[in-house]
T-cell receptor
Framework: KNQVEQSPQSLIILEGKNCTLQ??????????LRWYKQDTGRGPVSLTI?????NTKSNGRYTATLDADTKQSSLHITASQLSDSASYIC?????????????FGRGTQLTVWP | EADIYQTPRYLVIGTGKKITLECSQT?????MYWYQQDPGMELHLIHY???????EKGDLSSESTVSRIRTEHFPLTLESARPSHTSQYLC?????????????FGPGTRLTVL
């Protein structure tokens, strides 16, 4: 069964600290993996997208890694800010095609305290 | 900021009412999608469209219906709302296929059926 599991479910950190969120998946065949940020009451916004051949991608203070062999990805946030408080969602696509589908994780709820 | 809009943002209605959730995008995207999201849970695809006059049901069974008469407009209708329909509804669009391209999400409509 294709699944996407994220950990931790929730995380609280102090402003300025770094953190790492995890995503494990069993989706096969694999096409790409995306990380989205979803602020409370808003729609998700794309942070990064990685294909099979990419093992790291950065977007400002966000750095995503991908290990396609172990089917794991992480999202590292550097020097956290209060505005980083949100849910971070891992989304995995099966083999890219018009008929392909997306598998969503339940997200990690990050709270950054001052 | 993605140019995709949803109205209303919040809606509280009584059981049995007919409602239409509006979604419009100004990016000229052919592909549009409706997702349902409950708190702390993953997004579930309920409808999608690959272009005008094209609509398909998604992975999650839904009693709602959709239409795509214009490229920029993808409304979702519930003929007779029930408390089980209480949820957040997210509209998205993309220029590529479901699993190949980044989706841009609207802010969502939070529906409560009493």
């Amino acid at each position: 069964k294709n699944q996407v599991e994220q950990s931790p479910q929730s995380l609280i950190i102090l402003e300025g600290k770094n953190c790492t969120l995890q995503c494990n998946y069993t989706v096969s065949p694999f096409s790409n993996l995306r990380w989205y940020k979803q602020d409370t009451g808003r729609g998700p916004v794309s942070l990064t997208i990685m294909t099979f051949s990419e093992n790291t991608k950065s977007n400002g203070r966000y750095t995503a890694t991908l290990d396609a062999d172990t089917k794991q990805s992480s999202l590292h946030i550097t020097a956290s800010q209060l505005s980083d408080s949100a849910s971070y969602i891992c989304v995995v696509s099966d083999r890219g095609s018009t008929l392909g589908r997306l598998y969503f994780g339940r997200g990690t709820q990050l709270t950054v305290w001052p | 900021e993605a140019d995709i809009y949803q109205t209303p943002r919040y809606l509280v209605i009584g059981t049995g009412k007919k409602i239409t959730l509006e979604c419009s995008q100004t990016m000229g995207h052919d592909k549009m999608y409706w997702y349902q999201q409950d708190p702390g849970m993953e997004l579930h695809l309920i409808h999608y469209s690959y272009g005008v006059n094209s609509t398909e049901k998604g992975d999650l069974s839904s009693e709602s219906t959709v239409s795509r008469i214009r490229t920029e407009h993808f409304p979702l209708t519930l003929e007779s709302a029930r408390p089980s329909h209480t949820s957040q509804y997210l509209c998205a669009s993309s220029s590529g296929g479901l699993s190949t391209d980044t989706q841009y999400f609207g802010p969502g409509t939070r529906l409560t059926v009493l």
